[in-house]
């Protein structure tokens, strides 16, 4: 599935609105946990500060394959769900 975010947004210095945790698990919960232990806030921070247009994603699940930290090196996650239950409310969901 791609990503709500669109290249016309990675572009520009979007900054979220507001924030609030996680308090149930969903993919979408699941991406931002990989993105958050990767160092970013999110996708579109992602692209914006790695200036990439897709990010590579399992395509059995849509959950994020791999990402490239700040100090260039990489996280490789699974197929499978990640992030705990104990996890979920440590994610912090950003809105734009």
């Not at 958050?36 to 200036?51: H, P, S, T």
């Amino acid at each position: 599935k791609n990503s709500e975010v669109s290249g016309v947004m990675a572009e520009a210095d979007i900054k979220p609105k507001s924030i609030y945790h996680a308090k149930k698990w969903s993919d979408d919960v699941e991406n931002l946990y990989r993105f958050q232990q990767a160092g970013y806030r999110d996708e579109v921070e992602y692209k914006q500060v790695k200036q990439v247009d897709t990010v590579e994603c399992w395509p059995e699940t849509g959950f994020v394959k791999k990402l490239q930290r700040r100090d260039n090196t990489f996280y490789y996650y699974n197929k499978q769900r990640e992030c705990e239950d104990k996890e979920v409310h440590k994610v912090k969901v950003y809105v734009y």
